[in-house]
């Protein structure tokens, strides 16, 4: 990256999270971040569309090492560059940075030049502000359909075996419509789907036809009449997109396998010989996993095929996608080409890509709208709620200012924030709330409540995997399977199940009503390691909340100093009134109490 030779200042502008140009409310805005790294030094942004305006940057916090330093100004004419460039004052005098680095005179540093229309626009998906999304893995979620449950299938609430492909459960589509009123009643307004379409295993990660549901899921018109009751309910729907392999079931490796070399096919894959063996695979498969090989999609055939799987669901009326393992595809412009096509179709339509790690080149507003925010919710909040580890209060701020500050505001709004998924152990068990089959230890239901709410304060769009909310437990064991198990619909499987369902309800409604948990901007209040304690506050749509949390399992108390007036804590539902000193909160940890500013 483009930095100071004294490595201490860092920007670069062709990032978006250093230059993000915001459209939206009738106007533009260019929100510039500097990334510092010595203390006593105040930057300003010197900027001229017509003549040179100096604005003062503010401290905004830390991403890793870096302080972030930030400033808005509002684009008057699109049409025209905006010059600029940074200017330093700290213990050496005034220092002034462009594109040369850092120099004593402006001139020597150079200036920075954005031509606002060329870059790409990046709006946020309305439809996401507010929402909260539920991941559904189809086999497992509800069974609407016992006619077309494959033989052998395992009876609903039978152990899950540690090879989830090949066991199956019996979910289908006709369950999920079902159960879509009970989805409804929580609040849920978007749906992330497991692979539905035709596939070798019960994952459905292997497709088989990428045209035509899984005939144990149901069919095309299940497939619609799923999404016309969803859209009813005021619920979208997106779907998991596989594109880096298929599975050996899929026409053209079946055609490769039949002609060898002959088969016009073959180039669609990586081989490395012919006859194909799949028991010692002589090709390129992911992670080495023989049923899915993967394909070369530098092949424009390739290519061409998959945009028109884009192009025919999107079509269809699905709101989005989740891309599966999208890094894995490296060819240069695929993914770029795949928003072109889907936003072609529908403007408004959610696209997430599976990206553990914290790698913003993929939120410049020319691929993904979001990524899995594994960073944030399972690799943050639930080692902080869980309490172990040495995560503690500094941490999770760092956590949370990182996922705040290494995207534009935009992703930052979108990001999909799972705190567990069919990937990772399930929320509430790496909580201690132990293992399927018990009743969820009692102090972990309340590190869930807290954790949750917290997520729910932050920005981004929370995402509740199927069962969390009913307090549902991991099998045994770290695997991916072992959060598979079938939904426990039955009442009181799980005592605590009605208690965490209730208060994720409110969460969701809480979401909707209240603009200032959704903004992109997280104010930090206080830190208090000892206390296992801390506080942020949101602000947005003119309105001011404020999240105080703790995971000590006692009572804990904090004076937000500076905040005056009267004050209504949303999930206790009770009145507030700050002293001379400023706001008294209590908390019963572990608890996150989300308090609104009412006069
Ligand atoms: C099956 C068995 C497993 C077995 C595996 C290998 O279920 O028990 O270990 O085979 O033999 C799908 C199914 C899996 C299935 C797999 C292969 O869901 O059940 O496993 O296909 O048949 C990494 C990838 C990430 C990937 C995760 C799982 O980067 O993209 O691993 N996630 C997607 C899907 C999966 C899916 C596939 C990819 C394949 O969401 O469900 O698997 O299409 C770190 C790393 C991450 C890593 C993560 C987890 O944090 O940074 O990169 O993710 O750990 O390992
Ligand atoms: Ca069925």
């Known amino acids: 990256e483009p930095q100071d030779a004294s490595g201490s200042v860092l920007f ?29 030094v105040t930057p300003r942004v010197e900027w001229r569309q017509a003549g040179w305006t100096t604005l003062s940057m503010e401290d905004v916090g830390l991403l890793g090492e870096w302080a972030v330093f930030q400033a808005v100004i509002h684009v008057q004419d699109p049409a025209r560059p905006v010059v600029y460039r940074f200017c330093l004052s700290g213990p050496e005098g005034e220092r002034f940075f462009g594109p040369a680095g850092l120099a004593p005179e402006p001139e020597a540093a150079g200036s920075f030049q954005l031509h606002p229309g060329t870059q790409a626009s990046f709006p946020v998906v309305a439809w996401t502000r507010g929402r909260v999304f539920y991941q559904v893995f189809p086999d497992r979620f509800a069974n609407g359909d016992p006619s077309n449950d494959p033989p052998g299938t395992t009876p609903w609430g039978g152990a899950v075996r540690p090879d989830t492909g ?25 749906l992330y789907l497991n692979p539905i379409f035709s596939a070798g295993s019960s994952h459905g990660y292997d497709t088989v036809d990428y045209l ?14 799923l999404l016309d009751e969803a859209h009813r309910r005021e619920m979208r729907v997106i779907l998991d997109a596989v594109f880096n392999h298929t599975g050996t079931g899929f026409w053209a490796f079946q055609d490769v396998a039949e002609r060898g070399a002959a088969s016009r096919y073959k180039d669609w894959y990586h081989f490395h010989g012919f006859p194909v063996n799949v028991e010692v695979p002589n090709y390129e498969a992911w992670w080495n996993v023989p049923s899915l090989p993967k394909l070369r999609v530098s092949n424009p055939d390739v290519r061409a095929y998959l945009m028109g799987v884009a192009r025919y669901w999107t079509r269809l009326g699905i709101d989005g996608w989740r891309l599966d393992v999208p890094n894995e595809i490296r060819e240069p412009g695929f993914w770029e080409e795949f928003r072109l096509v889907v936003k072609g179709i529908n403007p408004e339509a959610y696209i997430v890509g599976e990206i553990w790690h914290v790698e913003p080149e993929w939120l410049e507003g020319t691929c993904f709208d979001a990524v899995m925010n594994y960073p944030l919710g399972r690799d943050a909040l639930v080692p902080f709620f869980r309490g172990k580890g040495g995560f503690g209060a500094r941490e999770l701020d760092r956590a949370v200012q990182r996922a705040v500050l290494a995207y534009p505001e935009q992703a930052v709004t979108m990001n999909f924030n799972v705190v567990g998924s069919h990937d990772t152990a399930r929320v509430l068990t790496a909580l201690g709330g132990g293992n399927l089959g018990v009743e969820p ?15 729910f304060a932050l920005p981004g769009v929370p995402v509740i995997y199927y069962g969390d909310e009913r307090g549902m437990l991991g099998e045994k064991g770290e695997d991916w399977d072992a959060q598979r198990a079938p939904m426990p619909w039955d009442e009181g499987a799980v005592r605590a199940g009605a208690e965490i369902f209730d ?52 009572r ?19 009145s507030l009134h700050a002293g001379g000193q400023g706001l008294n909160v209590e908390l019963d940890g572990p608890e996150t109490r989300l308090i609104v500013k009412e006069s």
């Open 212 to 225: 035509r549901i899984d005939p144990r899921l149901g069919d095309l018109d299940t497939f619609r009449t």
């Open 556 to 574: 804990v108390h904090v004076v937000l100093a500076g905040l005056t007036g009267r004050f209504r804590d949303l999930v206790r539902d009770e």
């Open 12 to 40: 670069d502008p062709s990032r978006r999270a250093d230059v993000n140009l915001v459209e939206g409310d009738g106007q533009i805005r260019l929100v510039f971040r500097l990334r510092l790294r010595q203390p006593g």
């Open 166 to 190: 090949s066991q199956y459960f019996g979910g289908d589509l006709a369950g999920l419509i079902d159960r879509l009123d009970y989805l409804q009643d929580l609040g849920v307004g978007g």
């Open 503 to 554: 208060h994720l309800r409110k969460l969701v409604r809480l979401r909707r009503q209240h603009p200032a948990l959704v903004g992109p901007v997280v104010t930090r209040l206080a830190l208090d390691d000892a206390q296992g304690l801390y506080a942020c506050a949101r602000g947005g749509g003119g309105e001011e909340v404020v999240a105080v949390t703790t995971r000590e399992a006692r």
């Open 441 to 455: 230890d009692p102090g972990a239901v309340r590190r869930l409540k807290a954790l949750m709410s917290f997520l």
